[in-house]
């Protein structure tokens, strides 16, 4: 368990560190907003990544996390271009269910466009959408609770939530793809810290969400 811990924390510090790298060339190389593009941005993370001199299965999860990191907003136009790339050089990765689970959610919904609704059911039981909240902003999070990075990245997201607390335009929700309930249950009864909106996604409607 300390060997897992020590390990988990040594690829957070390696990500924040690179984040913190790429922003410094940014900074230098990007005179105004306008000649930022998400295209731009993951030729440069992943190029800079590729210079690191780190163990492979650091490297591999650097560069697995840069790409989840440009699906976040929407799927870049080089994405597949980098993704062929590191199916290349890991072709036995374990992150590659979840690029493509992340993949195949930004393509389903494209800037712009409405968003497809999501319905789930809160730990009172009852049943709650995406568009009952809407007219407002929505901040949406898909996590789990076997999904070691998703947890990692609540404290962030809790500071931000806290950040907007007196905006009650803003909303954030957390929909959970876990199969077992009951242990989602006992993961938020655990954790009183994690405030927001929390529901979690049926079976059908965690597959038509991923898919």
């Known amino acids: 368990k300390l060997f897992q811990a020590n390990f988990e924390s040594y690829l957070l510090t390696l990500r924040l ?3 913190g790298q790429t922003n410094n060339i940014l900074k230098k190389s990007i ?17 800079e990544i590729e210079k690191f001199s780190v163990p492979q299965k650091f490297m591999e999860f650097m560069l697995a996390d840069c790409l989840l990191e440009c ?4 799927v870049p136009e080089n994405f ?4 062929t790339r590191f199916k290349t050089t890991y072709p036995n990765s374990k992150y590659f269910l979840m690029i493509e689970e992340s ?12 968003a497809f609704d999501i319905i789930g059911k809160k730990m009172n ?15 949406i999070d898909f996590w789990a609770t076997w ?13 931000l939530q806290d950040n907007f607390s007196n905006n009650k335009e803003i909303v954030f929700m957390y929909a ?3 199969e077992d309930i009951m242990r989602w249950e006992s993961f938020l009864s655990n954790h009183p810290e994690l405030l927001g909106v929390h529901f979690i996604l049926s079976n059908i409607e965690a597959k038509n969400v991923l898919n």
Do not use: M, R, W
């Open 17 to 19: 560190y690179h984040k």
């Open 176 to 178: 959970s793809i876990d």
């Open 80 to 83: 597949i271009t980098f993704y």
């Open 103 to 114: 993949y195949n959610s930004s393509s389903k919904l494209k800037y712009g466009e409405q």
């Open 71 to 74: 699906l976040a907003t929407k």
């Open 147 to 159: 999904c070691g990075p998703c947890i990692k990245e609540f404290p962030a997201a809790q500071l």
């Open 31 to 47: 005179t105004n907003l306008g000649d930022f593009t998400l295209e731009g941005y993951l030729e440069l993370s992943y190029s």
């Open 125 to 139: 039981g009852k049943l709650i959408k995406l568009s009952d909240f809407k007219g407002k902003y929505v901040y």
